[in-house]
C-alpha cells in the first residue's frame, strides 16, 4: 500500500509518502516545514498559521513528488499512490482545514481511497516509525499499551487496547507540559518554541536548585495540572531579577523548571502501567523528544516494571510530522476506516478515547 499523507494541525506544513507492506515499511520519505514567524509573537497565531499552510503546501507537495518520482510531476505521483491522508483534528480549525481540503481535493482528482488521521493517534504511530519489531508484531503482543502523550496542546495517559481501540485515563486538568515548557521560557525570555531552549540549558544546570511544586503528585488519580508551576516560575523570577543576567543562576532555574515536569509525568506513567497492566510504555508528542524525560521514564520502567517493553518515538519523529500520519493511516486503512472525500470535514476538538 502506497500512501501520501498531510499534516497540518499546527504551524507545521508537511506531507509524507509511505510504502508498506502490511505494516512494514519499505520506502518512507517526509518533508516539514515549520512556520518561524510564530516566534516574534512567543506562540502561535491561528490566522497566520492558516495562510502559511496555504501558501506553503503545494511546494511542499512539488518538493514531495520531486523526492518519490524525480520531478514535479502530480500526475505522475498520483499515479503510485493508493490512499491520500491527512490530518482530521485535533488542532487549528483553519489550519486543519488547509491539509484535509487538499487530500479531499487530490483524493477526488486522482480517484482514491480518503483517511482522516487524529494527530494523537499519529503521534502515537511515530512510534513504530524505525521499529521493525513493532511493525511487524501481532497486537497481542503490544497491547494493551500504556501511552504517555505530551505535546503543544495535549498531556494526557492513554491506554490502547488494540489499533484503533483507545481509552482515555487522565489528562491535564489546565496547561499541557509542552505549554509548561513554552510558558516557562517565555517568562525567562529564551523564545518560542521554550521546549528545546530550557533542555538546552537545564543540561547546565542542578535540577534540585529550586524546589518548584509537583502538582497532583500524590493524588490517586491520571490527572495533570502544570498550570501553577507556571506561576511559580513568575513569582521565582520577579523576585530575582538582578540574577537572571547570571548564567548559571538561569540554567540552574531552566533544570529545576524541567525536574518538576518530568518528575511528575514519570511517577503518574509508571503508577498508570501498573494498574492496568500494561504489556508496552509509549511516549508520544513533540515533549517526547526531551532527553531527561526519555532517560528517567527508561530507567523507572527498568526498575519498576522490568516485564514492561519501553518504547520511544524516534528524535526525528517526535514533534508535528506527516511520516507519523502516514502510519496511522496505514493501520486506519488496513481496518478499511475510509472517508468520503466529498463529505468528510475537519474535527477540530477530536479526542481520542473519552468515554
Ligand atoms: O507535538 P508537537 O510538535 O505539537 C503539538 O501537537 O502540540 O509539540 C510541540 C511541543 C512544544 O510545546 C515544544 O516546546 C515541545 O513540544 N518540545 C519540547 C522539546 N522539543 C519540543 N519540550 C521539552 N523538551 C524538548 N526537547
Ligand atoms: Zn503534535
Known amino acids: 500500500m502506497r500512501i501520501l499523507a498531510i499534516e497540518s494541525s499546527c504551524d507545521e506544513t508537511?506531507?509524507?509518502?509511505?510504502?508498506?507492506?502490511?505494516?512494514?515499511?519499505?520506502?518512507?520519505?517526509?518533508?516539514?516545514?515549520?512556520?518561524?514567524?510564530?516566534?516574534?509573537?512567543?506562540?502561535?497565531?491561528?490566522?497566520?498559521?492558516?495562510?502559511?499552510?496555504?501558501?506553503?503546501?503545494?511546494?511542499?507537495?512539488?518538493?514531495?513528488?520531486?523526492?518519490?518520482?524525480?520531478?514535479?510531476?502530480?500526475?505522475?505521483l498520483g499515479k503510485k499512490i493508493d490512499v491520500v491522508a491527512a490530518t482530521r483534528g485535533p488542532g487549528l480549525v483553519t489550519s486543519l482545514r488547509v491539509g484535509l481540503d487538499t487530500a479531499r481535493a487530490l483524493a477526488i482528482a486522482w480517484r482514491k481511497k480518503l483517511v482522516g488521521v487524529n494527530h494523537i493517534e499519529g503521534h502515537i504511530y511515530a512510534n513504530w516509525l524505525g521499529n521493525k519489531t513493532l511493525q511487524a508484531a501481532s497486537p497481542k503482543k503490544i497491547f494493551p499499551a500504556l501511552i504517555l502523550v505530551v505535546s503543544g496542546g495535549h498531556t494526557e495517559l492513554l491506554l490502547m487496547k488494540d489499533h484503533g481501540d483507545h481509552r482515555l485515563l487522565g489528562a491535564t486538568r489546565d496547561d499541557a507540559s509542552g505549554e509548561a515548557f513554552d510558558k516557562?521560557?517565555?517568562?525567562?525570555?529564551?523564545?518560542?518554541?521554550?521546549?528545546?531552549?530550557?533542555?538546552?540549558?537545564?543540561?547546565?544546570?542542578?535540577?534540585?536548585?529550586?524546589?518548584?511544586?509537583?502538582?497532583?503528585?500524590?493524588?490517586?488519580?491520571?490527572?495533570?495540572?502544570?498550570?501553577?508551576?507556571?506561576?511559580?516560575?513568575?513569582?521565582?523570577?520577579d523576585d530575582h531579577r538582578d540574577k537572571m543576567s547570571d548564567s548559571q543562576f538561569t540554567a540552574d532555574l531552566a533544570a529545576s523548571v524541567e525536574q518538576a515536569i518530568v518528575e511528575v509525568l514519570v511517577a503518574k506513567t509508571i503508577r498508570a502501567a501498573r494498574d492496568t497492566g500494561a504489556k508496552t510504555l509509549m511516549l508520544a508528542g513533540g515533549v517526547a523528544a526531551n532527553k531527561k524525560l526519555r532517560i528517567m521514564l527508561a530507567a523507572a520502567t527498568a526498575e519498576k516494571l522490568p516485564n514492561v517493553a519501553f518504547m520511544e518515538p524516534p528524535l526525528e519523529y517526535c514533534t508535528d510530522n506527516a511520516a507519523m500520519i502516514a502510519m496511522a493511516a496505514a493501520y486506519r486503512a488496513l481496518a478499511k476506516d475510509f472517508k468520503q472525500p466529498s463529505k468528510t470535514d475537519v474535527d477540530p476538538n477530536w479526542e481520542l478515547g473519552r468515554m
Request: a positive charge; aromatic letters at 8%; charged letters at 25%.
Open 14 to 76: 508537511a506531507a509524507a509518502y509511505l510504502e508498506v507492506d502490511r505494516a512494514k515499511i519499505k520506502r518512507l520519505e517526509h518533508i516539514v516545514s515549520s512556520q518561524l514567524i510564530h516566534a516574534k509573537y512567543g506562540g502561535v497565531v491561528p490566522e497566520v498559521a492558516a495562510r502559511a499552510h496555504a501558501e506553503t503546501m503545494p511546494k511542499l507537495l512539488a518538493a514531495l513528488a520531486k523526492k518519490v518520482v524525480g520531478s514535479e510531476d502530480g500526475e505522475k
Open 184 to 237: 516557562s521560557a517565555k517568562l525567562m525570555g529564551l523564545g518560542y518554541p521554550g521546549g528545546p531552549a530550557i533542555s538546552r540549558l537545564a543540561a547546565k544546570g542542578n535540577p534540585f536548585a529550586v524546589d518548584f511544586p509537583r502538582p497532583m503528585l500524590h493524588e490517586a488519580n491520571y490527572d495533570f495540572s502544570f498550570s501553577g508551576l507556571k506561576t511559580a516560575v513568575r513569582y521565582f523570577i
